[in-house]
């Protein structure tokens, strides 16, 4: 019996190693069959320093717990103003050799914020060109991905710097800004709103709608642009950026998450709308997205769940389940 043991030990481990990768295998794509997992973070961009490669690392770590299907990024992707073209040493320094995880090697979904038109925003359109995971098609884009077998989950990708007046009264300063036309971007809003199926929307942008914050607070152009549409579409969450801290706010049954702690961060403020706040540590916004429920937890570089909210999808506005 003791000389068969050493025989019947290594075959038994690997049936029962591969047993094991077979269930987990198994557990992984009935997750990815019923859920969407994504982070969403911003104001970022600066070569590793100020805490950016600590919350970089720890979202990888994330994004491999999780099964991280993409990212989105919220804005200022690049500081103090932005890439001048798409040879720009930032693209590596700040991007490429700092979000190195293997975890983190999918679909960046991306968005320009203030700091990005200090120079070419263009340019970073024209990095999808160059990128397999980089994805900005235009200023502004939609996408929709699939949560389910019945179930879509379509995002709205905004340029926000388009709404703002100062930008557009500054040219200097917001290179072509005032060259876009936040009126038709306006009515692609409604437009694409109006004509989705999807059973979730989620619409981001760089500047928040509602803020807590003492350094910008709400976005009144925004306010009376893209607020009303959000109401009358039946818009559940809205991600931002800008303030440099993680923000859940909420109003009229619509929740505001701002993930703007990517890097520098600086302190934030609770108002009656505020169902969380916290700017004295980096972090980004990990979301589990299922048919019914808009899972988000907010977590700091060094792992800490800061903030956890699961929110029920309002099926009385949602449109009918696609075929």
């Not at 000389?3 to 019947?8: D, V, Y």
Request: aromatic content about 10%; charged content about 20%.
């Amino acid at each position: 019996m003791k000389a068969l043991l050493p025989s019947l030990r290594p075959r038994s481990s690997r049936r029962f190693a591969a047993a094991c990768l077979w269930s987990c295998l198994t557990w992984a794509a009935l997750a990815a069959e019923t859920s969407l997992n994504f982070i969403a973070m911003g104001d970022w961009g600066r070569d590793g320093q100020f805490g950016q490669q600590d919350v970089a690392d720890q979202m990888g770590r994330t994004a491999a717990e999780t099964g991280t299907q993409f990212v989105i990024s919220l804005g200022d992707n690049f500081y103090p103003d932005g890439v001048p073209s798409v040879e720009a040493p930032q693209w590596q320094t700040s991007y490429e050799k700092i979000y190195r995880a293997p975890s983190l090697q999918v679909p960046w979904y991306v968005l320009l914020g203030n700091h990005d038109y200090h120079t070419s925003a263009q340019a970073q359109i024209d990095y999808t060109l160059h990128s397999p995971r980089w994805k900005m098609p235009a200023r502004y884009y939609s996408v929709t991905r699939r949560v389910d077998s019945q179930t879509t989950a379509q995002f709205f990708f905004l340029d926000t710097n388009a709404f703002i007046t100062s930008y557009r009264n500054n040219p200097a300063k917001y290179k072509g800004v005032n060259e876009q036309d936040s009126a038709a971007q306006l009515a692609w809003l409604e437009r694409e709103l109006a004509r989705s199926s999807a059973q979730w929307k989620i619409v981001c942008g760089h500047h928040p709608i509602l803020s807590a914050s003492e350094k910008h607070g709400d976005t009144e152009e925004l306010l009376h642009t893209v607020l009303p549409l959000l109401r009358q579409y039946g818009v559940q969450i809205y991600l931002n950026g800008h303030e440099h801290d993680m923000q859940h706010l909420s109003q009229d049954g619509i929740h505001y998450f701002c993930s703007g702690a990517a890097s520098q961060t600086r302190p934030t403020q609770k108002d009656h709308r505020s169902l969380f706040s916290l700017g004295e540590t980096g972090g980004f916004l990990a979301v589990t997205l299922s048919a019914e429920q808009f899972s988000a937890r907010f977590i700091d570089a060094a792992g800490k769940v800061r903030h956890d909210v699961s929110l029920a999808r309002n099926v009385a506005t949602a449109p009918a389940v696609m075929p």
